[in-house]
């Protein structure tokens, strides 16, 4: 999969471009609804022969207008790409989302953006696609003006899993709750936080239980709590080359046993597993939640808990 930093940049290689369905959006998590575009775009790049493209943006749109609202991203930007590659885009176009392109008028956006700038052949949305200043353009803005440029316009309806339709919101939310197998059934595979393995308090260690200290990548963080799930050790060098999964406990929290606590930190105890892991990168995929955060009375207590949680975490995952 290539990568170009906007649309610029793809005029400026100057190279020459195999007939493309684009998809446009943001793209936050890549859930099941995303995925559903970049087959649709998958099934008109394959009747001309064509590439899939992805246009999406950086950073988010919510950045730029309302940045103390801005909800928390479900991925980061490196992520993001690598999930795209995954569902299917030959393409991925990182168009820098700024002041000047969100004020471009709708009907320029599909003139000049799509048609132009992209040289789109057709162009799949979700069914709330909006764009252009103000967001003035819909779906049927998109249909006309992509009509009078020869563009085919794909419409894809809404993608619902047990009733409910697939969105970054809804993803978002069963997060931050910590309802972690519905943020699943949306996004097609377990919710993950990743990011590399630094140094902690050495606690754990020190009771008999070392666990790797994960600073996040991203930004949307469950619910603190206890979970069970895996752990991936990620190559060093761009992500790339993995190793096996392991089954883990993981605590999500501000370790309220001990005093002089207070900052939130993700841990990861790998079971079954002996090995130094300070400065890789682990990809925490976050199966199924425990129990809530809790204070014991003595470090005694607390351990048998740990290690309860670790037997529910083997039972829970041999499901």
Do not use: W
């Amino acid at each position: 999969m290539r990568v170009v930093p906007g649309r610029a940049a793809l005029a400026a290689a100057g190279q020459a471009r195999r007939p493309a369905a684009f998809v446009i959006g943001n793209f936050d998590g890549v859930h099941l609804g995303h995925q559903a575009l970049l087959r649709a775009a998958r099934e008109r790049a394959a009747a001309t022969g064509g590439e899939v493209g992805v246009l999406t943006f950086d950073p988010h749109p919510a950045r730029l207008f309302a940045p103390a609202l801005a909800p928390p991203l479900i991925t980061s930007l490196r992520r993001r790409l690598e999930l795209l590659g995954e569902a299917g885009a030959d393409l991925v176009i990182v168009e820098p989302f700024t002041r000047e392109f969100a004020s471009i008028e709708a009907s320029a956006f599909v003139r000049e953006v799509v048609a132009r700038d992209l040289g789109a052949c057709d162009v799949v949305v979700g069914y709330d696609f909006s764009f252009g200043r103000g967001r003035k353009g819909d779906t049927r803005v998109l249909a006309t003006e992509g009509a009078a440029l020869g563009i085919g316009v794909t419409v894809v309806p809404p993608v619902t899993v047990s009733g409910l339709t697939c969105s970054s919101t809804k993803v978002r939310e069963f997060a931050l709750e910590g309802r972690v197998e519905g943020a699943a059934m949306l996004l097609g595979r377990p919710l993950e936080v990743t990011g590399e393995v630094v140094r902690g308090a050495g606690r754990g260690r020190g009771i008999g239980v070392p666990t790797a200290n994960v600073q996040p990548e991203g930004e949307l963080i469950p619910k603190p709590g206890i979970y069970a799930g895996r752990a991936v050790v990620l190559g060093e060098e761009n992500g790339g080359g993995t190793s096996a999964a392991h089954v883990c406990a993981l605590s999500i929290g501000t370790n309220p046993t001990f005093k002089g606590s207070g900052a939130l930190t993700i841990e990861a105890h790998l079971l079954d597993f002996d090995a130094d892991l300070y400065g890789r990168r682990l990809r925490l995929e976050i199966v199924y939640r425990l129990r809530d955060e809790q204070r014991f009375e003595s470090t005694e207590a607390l351990v048998e808990q740990i290690h309860a949680d670790f037997a529910e975490t083997r039972r829970m995952m041999a499901r």
